[in-house]
T-cell receptor
């Protein structure tokens, strides 16, 4: 399977704490993207990092990319209960066609 | 802003019947759309790439005669699950590339299919 792996599978933290999720992938990529999915809903794009970038910020989100290790991390700072969702990394491979390969996902629960 | 819609949001059908799911791009045109399926607490698996005006491209292991895709216009792609069986029960999600880039996709809200 070409699917990426994410860890942890599930993460439970208190509001205000930081949450870190990791993603590993298998093939060469053009970019890596992080998406969020609320239970039973579609996905919302959070942030994209290109293969020649190492770190990117967007609000409370910080993404890193290490292409030598084929891994990425998503950090959510000062988490809120509303951040409770599943988070997926997705890679856009060099094969073209805009096809995304999703990781296994991390279920984040932020408790009050 | 650009949005992708799906209809229906959920459907229950009897085994052996066919079910059609629509995916529409609102306020933008999509020559390509993607269809995914997602089992409970699992990730999205790409099923096929829907191409406007031409045949869909299916991923390995996906039966093209089972999952019929039609992309007849620049704003509509349909997925028909033919002769559905309980193992076809899943969450089906479509997406379309963000118009003008940057390589991201807009996802529909998904369709929950339950086959009895």
């Amino acid at each position: 399977s070409q699917q990426g792996e994410e860890d942890p599978q599930a993460l439970s933290i208190q509001e205000g704490e930081n949450a870190t999720m990791n993603c590993s992938y298998k093939t060469s990529i053009n970019n890596l993207q992080w998406y969020r999915q609320n239970s039973g809903r579609g996905l919302v794009h959070l942030i994209l990092i290109r293969s020649n970038e190492r770190e990117k910020h967007s609000g409370r989100l910080r993404v890193t990319l290490d292409t030598s290790k084929k891994s990425s991390s998503l950090l959510i700072t000062a988490s809120r209960a509303a951040d409770t969702a599943s988070y997926f990394c997705a890679t856009d491979g060099t094969g073209g066609g805009n096809k995304l390969t999703f990781g296994t996902g991390t279920q984040l629960k932020v408790e009050l | 802003g650009a949005v992708v819609s799906q209809h229906p949001s959920w459907v229950i059908c009897k085994s052996g019947t066919s079910v059609k799911i629509e995916c529409r791009s609102l306020d933008f045109q999509a020559t390509t759309m993607f269809w995914y399926r997602q089992f409970p607490k699992q990730s999205l698996m790409l099923m096929a790439t829907s191409n406007e005006g031409s045949k869909a491209t299916y991923e390995q292991g996906v039966e093209k005669d089972k999952f019929l895709i039609n992309h007849a216009s620049l704003t509509l792609s349909t997925l028909t699950v033919t002769s559905a069986h309980p193992e076809d029960s899943s969450f089906y999600i479509c997406s379309a590339p963000t118009p003008g880039g940057p390589d991201t996709q807009y996802f529909g809200p998904g369709t929950r299919l339950t086959v009895l």
